[in-house]
Each structure stands twice: as structure tokens, then as C-alpha cells.
């Protein structure tokens, strides 16, 4: 802010009118020019800086984006004013819209070029369940963990720059601290993809669509693909579902406590630091959980940590709430 004068919410100076603001299709309309993109990285440099909003004066804009004629580049600034950047008095401030779209430009969402490259790597980490070398594949924006007899061990979306530069292992842990996010997120009520209001509820049967496209490996033909769900022998799934953008996934209810404290601390007392890494746990990729009563629904996950004596044993609710703890010894279950 400089002068310590300008806020966030432009109250300071009475003599400029706030910017009217601009709907959604208006916004992305005026996004067709490189000067504007310039413009918004220009000002997205003040605000990473510090990360706080802070802008820049029209002429402090104007040379940081390179343009020398003053009317062109008015006519483009006034462009994006509303929408992805606001007038502080004389300052030039990037939107939160504004600051989202750089962070996605410079990461590589928006280029459909650079989401073909194409990566495959023997992981140096076995599979959980059956001690087969992984194999990381990134391609299409997509990074898939494969075991070549379990199929996907874990898939999620990652734009180019988290895998530009980077050995595929480390790439994994983005993956998985992605995942987590994500199942963190749906479990406290927001929806990953639009962040609208949505529930969780086990136990529940994929659809048929679902199935058949965890189950397609991208090679044999699609009828080759087994996409029976069976409740007694496949792991027992929530039903992650948004209710204002309708957006629905499945998970491994033992995925959805794979961080819960008392497993943290099960693994840590027989010598395992689990580190947000889905990989390595056993009961989050295998198939796991069973139903114990469905009146209340009480659905029981068993973490057992290769030959340790005991297993830790959660008892969760409908909504995938760890609603108690308990030790048994191992093979019990
Ligand atoms: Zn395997
Ligand atoms: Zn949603």
C-alpha cells in the first residue's frame, strides 16, 4: 500500500468511484489480448511480493508491462477494470480473479500444449499390497501411480508446472498432498472442484460410468474393463457429492481416515512416520472396511502395520466420522 493511506476496500479516495463490477462472461471476454494478460502478471508480481493486495500507479503499470503508447494501454487497462483489477485511488490493484488467473496461467492450466508431455518412471517404492514395483506416469494433466496387477493406485489431476523440472518421485508427493487437500476439503463440507456445499455418506455403490473409468487401464478394449462393484469383497466406499454443482466421487472410506490422529500415531508407535503419504498405507489402497451395522451405519477400518502385534481398529459413522478406537490383535478381524 505505500503510503499506508490506500485499503483493501478502496474507501480511502472519495474523488475515484469504485469499479462497477463485471459478470462472469464479460470477464473472460476481455481476456483475448496479450497486453492484458501482461498487465494482470505485471500486477500479480506486486502481489506475490508479500502476498497481500498492493498495486501499482499507471505509470509504474504501464512501463512494467513494456508499452509506450499511454492511450493504447489505457484502452486496455480500462478493459480489465471490474473484473480482474480495481482503482485504489491512483493504485492499480490485481482482484482475487486477477491473482487465481496468473497462478493458473504461470502453472501451466490453460496450456493444452505443454499437458501432452508425456512422463513415465519405474518408482523407486513397491506397491502396499503385492510389492510390485510403481510405475508414475504423468500425461494430459492426469498422474497416475500404477501397480501392474492392482491397476491405479493413485490418480489425480496436476497442471505442468508441478511436474516440469522435477524428478517423479517428488512429483508423488505433490500428487499425494494434492489428494489430500482435496479429501480434506469434501470431508469439512466443501466441494473440490467449486467449493459448494457437499455431504459424505457410506456406505455407498459407485455408478457404472465410475467404475468403468477406474478400471480402464488405456489399454485393451473398454468391455475388456471389469466393472462389477461388489460389497462384500471390493472396499467400502463413500459417496463424496456436491449439492450446487453436482459433482460426484467415490473414496475408500479408509482413505477418507487414512489421516486421522489415532492411525497417525498407530504407525508412528511401530516405527512408521507417516508423512500424508497414501502409499505407503496399506489400508488405504487395499481393500478394506466393513459394514458392522447398518442401523446406525457403523462401518469398522482395520490399520495393521506389516508384522505389529496389534491392529488399530476405527469404527466410523455414516459420514465417515471416526466415532471410536480400539486395539485388537492382528488377524483378529
Ligand atoms: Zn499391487
Ligand atoms: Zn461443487
Not at 489480448?33 to 508479500?50: D, F, K, P, V, Y
Not at 508441478?162 to 500428487?175: H, K, Y
Not at 451405519?297 to 495393521?304: H, Y
Request: glycine share 8%.
Amino acid at each position: 500500500m505505500g503510503d499506508g493511506e490506500r485499503t483493501g476496500d478502496g474507501s480511502s479516495d472519495e474523488s475515484v468511484p469504485p469499479d462497477e463490477p463485471v459478470p462472469p462472461a464479460d470477464a473472460f471476454e476481455v481476456l483475448g489480448h496479450e497486453i492484458r494478460l501482461a498487465t494482470i502478471e505485471a500486477l500479480a508480481e506486486e502481489r506475490r511480493e508479500s502476498w497481500i493486495p498492493r498495486g501499482l500507479r499507471f505509470s509504474e503499470l504501464r512501463s512494467a508491462v513494456g508499452v509506450r503508447d499511454t492511450g493504447k494501454f489505457n484502452y486496455h487497462l480500462d478493459k480489465l477494470r471490474g473484473s480482474f483489477v480495481n482503482q485504489f485511488g491512483e493504485e492499480y490493484v490485481l482482484t482475487n480473479a486477477g491473482f487465481e488467473l496468473a497462478g493458473a496461467l504461470r502453472a501451466g492450466t490453460f496450456d493444452q500444449t505443454d499437458t501432452r508431455v508425456e512422463r513415465r518412471t519405474a518408482l523407486d517404492r513397491t506397491c502396499p499390497i503385492c510389492e510390485a514395483t510403481l510405475e508414475a506416469v504423468y500425461e494430459h494433466g492426469y498422474l497416475r501411480v500404477l501397480c501392474p496387477e492392482h491397476d491405479r493406485i493413485l490418480t489425480t489431476t496436476l497442471p505442468p508446472a508441478a511436474v516440469r523440472g522435477r524428478e517423479m518421485a517428488t512429483v508423488v508427493d505433490l500428487a499425494n498432498a494434492r489428494t489430500r487437500d482435496q479429501v480434506e476439503r469434501v470431508r469439512a463440507g466443501g466441494c473440490p472442484h467449486c467449493w459448494g456445499r457437499s455431504t459424505v455418506r457410506a456406505p455407498a455403490e459407485p455408478s457404472e460410468a465410475y467404475l468403468r473409468a477406474l478400471s480402464a487401464r488405456g489399454e485393451g478394449e473398454p468391455e475388456d474393463c471389469d466393472v462389477e462393484y461388489d460389497s462384500e469383497d471390493d472396499a467400502v466406499l463413500a459417496e463424496c457429492a456436491c449439492e450446487d454443482c453436482g459433482m460426484t466421487f467415490w473414496l475408500p472410506v479408509s482413505v477418507c481416515v487414512a489421516h486421522h490422529p489415532a492411525v497417525v500415531a498407530y504407525y508412528h508407535d511401530n516405527g512408521v512416520e507417516m508423512d500424508g503419504d497414501y502409499l505407503d498405507m496399506e489400508h488405504a489402497t487395499g481393500s478394506n472396511g466393513t459394514v458392522v451395522s447398518e442401523a446406525p451405519v457403523r462401518i469398522e477400518v482395520e490399520v495393521l502395520v506389516g508384522d505389529a502385534d496389534e491392529a488399530l481398529v476405527l469404527t466410523l459413522d455414516e459420514e465417515t466420522t471416526v466415532v471410536g478406537t480400539e486395539t485388537a490383535p492382528a488377524g483378529s478381524r
